[in-house]
């Protein structure tokens, strides 16, 4: 049996999906709905998933949860779609289910699946934002993940612009302009109460246009720090609008990124689809073994 097969957990604000990894490939699927009624009833749904999954030769469990994680205490310190708040999670894990457990945002995992199996391989520098209800992201330098609270979407790119949404009080952040609610939001604004992302797409409409710009001038602050040879877009919005909104992205990058970074750079459509997550979280648990 290969000491890489490991189980990775997608904890999502609706679904929770458990699969069973080996050397990056899902060998068997559990899918559940998340308990959303207390924290402990949410670990306890965790627990169970992965109980469903055929754990013979299983080394460790990786979760990819939507929450900032203090690593160094294995702690998920606050989720907005789901109740965990403060939990030593890593702990809670390990005393339901007996195995080594480690713990990392659920959109720095779906980076590092595409940095190792998908549209991030041969690169040393890379980088990942995903669009979706909100922004997230992950970055890889010099070949290890960031380990950090990588909260990609929460980077200010407008000076007291647009409210943030959720729990978050900041105003002007990615998410306000980036993600999948922000194109609702102009959707309403330019085709009227009905309006959606969806119809945006559909309608090539060039309000895509500056929301692309948006999401330029943040991946060239992102290059300015962390230098990726290759940035990955990903996300449900991310997917379904790459083609409307990288033209407007591209410019942007040029104008915001240092030279030679920005000329250099390579933004690519992230390919593992809704299995980035749990081939992101089975290579986060081969951490702990």
Request: charged share 20%; aromatic share 4%.
């Amino acid at each position: 049996m290969s000491v890489n097969r490991v189980v990775g957990v997608d904890l999502g604000g609706t679904k929770i999906l458990a699969g069973l990894i080996e050397d990056g490939r899902v060998l068997a699927e559990v899918e559940r709905a998340t308990p959303t009624t207390s924290q402990e009833a949410l670990l306890d749904g965790l627990a169970a998933a992965v109980r469903e999954l055929p754990l013979d030769g299983v080394t460790a469990v990786g979760f990819g949860i939507p929450s900032r994680v203090d690593h160094r205490h294995g702690i998920a310190l606050g989720s907005v779609n789901t109740p965990l708040r403060d939990v030593p999670f890593e702990a809670e894990m390990h005393a339901r289910l007996g195995l080594p457990v480690a713990v990392e945002n659920d959109a720095t995992c779906a980076a590092y699946a595409e940095y190792a199996h998908g549209v991030g391989r041969g690169t040393v520098d890379f980088m990942m934002l995903t669009l979706g209800t909100g922004v997230g992201g992950g970055i890889v330098t010099g070949g290890a993940l960031y380990r950090a609270w990588t909260e990609l979407g929460h980077m200010v790119i407008v000076a007291d612009g647009e409210p943030c949404a959720g729990a978050c009080s900041g105003r002007g952040h990615v998410e306000a302009y980036c993600s999948g609610t922000a194109a609702n939001r102009v959707a309403r604004e330019v085709l009227g109460p009905n309006g959606t992302a969806r119809d945006l797409i559909e309608q090539r409409h060039p309000a895509l246009a500056e929301i692309g710009h948006y999401l330029g001038i943040a991946i060239g602050s992102l290059i300015n720090i962390f230098g990726p040879e290759r940035v990955a877009i990903g996300g449900g919005f991310g997917v379904a609008a790459f083609d409307h909104l990288l033209p407007a992205a591209r410019t942007a990058v040029l104008r915001e990124a240092l030279a030679p970074a920005g000329q250099d750079v390579e933004i690519e459509l992230a390919q593992l689809g809704a299995e980035a997550g749990l081939i992101g979280a089975g290579l986060v648990a081969l951490e702990a073994v």
